[in-house]
């Protein structure tokens, strides 16, 4: 009668460190999708969405802790569970990268959440106002002259957009340029005599958890060309991580592009009928 032989191997029993390395690391995966899609789709306030997604954090730290340990345990005695450890890892780092990239971040830049092409005289938010009264919101004043020298450290190519294009046409400019952009568009006002100023207000959403972020752009007569000031700044928060301030330089550079495209189209001349030749009478 043949003898039939068992695998050593997989008669070890599986360490439950490694299960619970494995276990905490798909849950935190799971809380972080489940906060993101809370924070965006505004299904839960602002602080219990918040509170899921730093428990899902420490969730993932944990894994690693009790990862180590498991490590260890199966090193003295000999039970399986590492492919179940390294998964685990491979989803931590998937969930603790963006958060660690943003504290390095937070350490780099300075502490502003409100940035604006004009600190003087900063664009207001009129029709945006109401939307900054929740609980924790930043108010709709513009954060002063600290703000404004931490900005010029930081971000010294911020300033004023000067087109050599009339104001509607400015106007009109930066309007597309909103609406290419998907944000939301509170109020629109072009421009009108005597002043001819143009104000648009919007609403715009970070990449990743969809932070509200208020943008007010003003649009003014420069003689025969335009002036085009910009302020974006973060509903919620102390610090915005450059958010901001990446927003308003993009804007920047798309608009000056659309301007110079637009200065190059040919001018449409009206067409003018030509009259037929007038009949002579033979008399």
Partial sequence: MARRFSAPYLSEPVSSLATWTRNLAVFAVVAVVVSILILRFGFLEMKPALATFFGALACAGLSILIGFAAFAAIWQNGTRGMSRILIAFVLDAAVLAYPAYLALQYRKLPPIHDITTDPIDPPRFEALASLRTGDGANTAVYAGLYSAEQQRHAYPDIEPVQLEIPVDRAFAIALRLVNKRKWLVIDERAPQPPRGVGRIEAVARTPIMG??????????????????????????????????????????????????????????KPVVPVKPPAKTVKK
């Fill in 211 to 268: 932070f509200r972020e208020d943008v007010s752009i003003r649009v003014s007569p420069d003689g025969e060309d335009s002036r085009v000031d910009i302020r974006s700044s973060s509903r919620y928060f102390e610090s915005d991580l450059g958010s901001n301030a990446a927003r308003v330089t993009k804007f920047i550079d798309e608009l000056n592009t659309a301007a110079d495209a637009d200065n190059l189209k040919p001018v449409k």
